[in-house]
């Protein structure tokens, strides 16, 4: 009978509903996605690099030691330039010119005296350099500013492989070239620093040279500019930089010990794909995306135990 039949499938579909309901419930949960820590608690030793103390400066400020690792390959006379300021101890007692807020720290000669080697005045721009050799991992998310964007040596930066160019790109941290409006008018004697939103506007209308690695908060905690472009109005505004220094130039015990995630590991690979896809308790929604300024670069001191 008609009715009877409907009570049998009733029963039926109850008992597979209860039977699923029990093996849904002997069936372990599902493992939770690795959180950013969780990838960094187990990344190997080999996953990690030391800053290489001689392209790596130490700008003490009354507040306390800038750290910029600078990056040779992607603007290899430039860097050279800067370092070799550096060993003439040419920063010293130079200056914070300029803080604008969300964009840029820029240091220089406020008075214009500071003598230079002729060697040294003129430089051609690195805007965008070779690739050469230099190891690139790229980033699989689309990029607005580039062919493609990824990472060099633990460096954010972009490409265009069909022309076979590479640069350092304008993320927070970044360090770059002041310059006027001759795009050979900066030889590395005004750099800068991003404070603020990465803006990716200048990449390649700048010779980006490096990365603040520790201590960015010195720089853009500092009071703000009021004249035009953030510069300081009057000199008692300025912060007074004390030395720059190479690190391999200062003495062993009074270096500061770091190292930075490598970009071309697995590690690193899962760190980028867990920030694209956040599980983290808190967000509803993963975005399923990252943009290049946004992957971080986590940085540690180097200890004995490792």
């Given at each position: 009978?008609p009715?009877t039949?409907?009570?049998?499938l009733?029963?039926?579909g109850?008992?597979l509903?209860?039977?699923?309901?029990?093996?849904?419930?002997?069936?372990?949960?599902?493992?939770?996605?690795?959180?950013m820590?969780?990838?960094?608690?187990a990344?190997?030793?080999s996953?990690?690099?030391?800053?290489a103390?001689?392209?790596?400066?130490?700008?003490?400020?009354?507040?306390?030691?800038?750290?910029?690792?600078?990056?040779?390959?992607?603007?290899?006379?430039?860097?050279?330039?800067?370092?070799?300021?550096a060993?003439?101890?040419?920063?010293d007692g130079?200056?914070?010119?300029?803080?604008?807020?969300?964009?840029?720290?820029?240091?220089?000669?406020p008075?214009?005296?500071?003598?230079?080697p002729?060697?040294?005045?003129?430089?051609?721009?690195e805007f965008?350099?070779?690739?050469?050799t230099?190891?690139?991992?790229?980033?699989s998310?689309?990029?607005?500013?580039?062919?493609?964007?990824?990472?060099?040596?633990?460096?954010?930066?972009?490409?265009?492989?069909?022309?076979?160019?590479?640069w350092?790109?304008?993320?927070?941290?970044?360090?770059?070239?002041?310059?006027?409006?001759?795009?050979a008018?900066?030889?590395?004697s005004?750099?800068?620093?991003?404070?603020?939103?990465?803006?990716?506007?200048?990449?390649?209308?700048?010779?980006?040279?490096?990365r603040?690695?520790?201590g960015?908060?010195?720089?853009?905690?500092?009071?703000?500019?009021?004249a035009?472009?953030?510069f300081?109005?009057?000199?008692g505004?300025?912060?007074?930089?004390?030395?720059?220094?190479?690190?391999?130039?200062?003495?062993?015990?009074?270096?500061?010990?770091?190292?930075?995630?490598?970009t071309?590991?697995?590690?690193f690979?899962?760190?980028?794909?867990?920030?694209?896809?956040?599980?983290?308790?808190?967000?509803v929604r993963p975005?399923?995306?990252?943009?290049?300024?946004?992957?971080?670069l986590?940085?540690?001191?180097?200890?004995?135990?490792h």
């Open positions: 009978m009715g039949k409907l009570k049998w009733s029963l039926a109850a008992m509903l209860s039977a699923g309901l029990a093996l849904a419930a002997d069936a372990p949960a599902p493992k939770p996605s690795p959180t820590a969780d990838i960094l608690a990344a190997p030793a996953a990690w690099r030391a800053l103390d001689e392209h790596t400066l130490y700008m003490e400020l009354p507040a306390g030691r800038v750290i910029i690792e600078l990056e040779p390959s992607l603007a290899p006379h430039t860097v050279a330039n800067i370092e070799a300021m060993r003439l101890h040419y920063y130079l200056a914070i010119l300029r803080l604008q807020d969300n964009y840029v720290a820029q240091w220089g000669d008075d214009g005296n500071r003598k230079l002729a060697e040294l005045l003129t430089l051609a721009p965008a350099v070779p690739q050469g230099t190891l690139f991992t790229p980033l998310d689309h990029d607005g500013y580039a062919p493609q964007a990824g990472f060099v040596d633990s460096f954010p930066a972009a490409r265009d492989p069909d022309a076979g160019l590479a350092l790109t304008h993320c927070y941290g970044a360090v770059g070239v002041g310059r006027d409006t001759d795009p008018s900066g030889n590395g005004e750099l800068y620093a991003v404070i603020g939103n990465a803006p990716r506007h200048l990449d390649r209308n700048v010779t980006v040279v490096g603040v690695r520790q960015i908060e010195l720089l853009a905690s500092l009071p703000r500019g009021t035009d472009l953030g300081y109005a009057t000199p505004e300025r912060t007074t930089i004390k030395s720059v220094r190479l690190a391999s130039e200062v003495p062993t015990a009074e270096r500061t010990r770091l190292e930075v995630l490598r071309d590991t697995p590690a690979a899962a760190l980028v794909d867990s920030r694209r896809n956040r599980h983290d308790d808190w967000f975005a399923g995306y990252i943009e290049l300024c946004n992957v971080p986590p940085v540690r001191p180097i200890t004995t135990a």
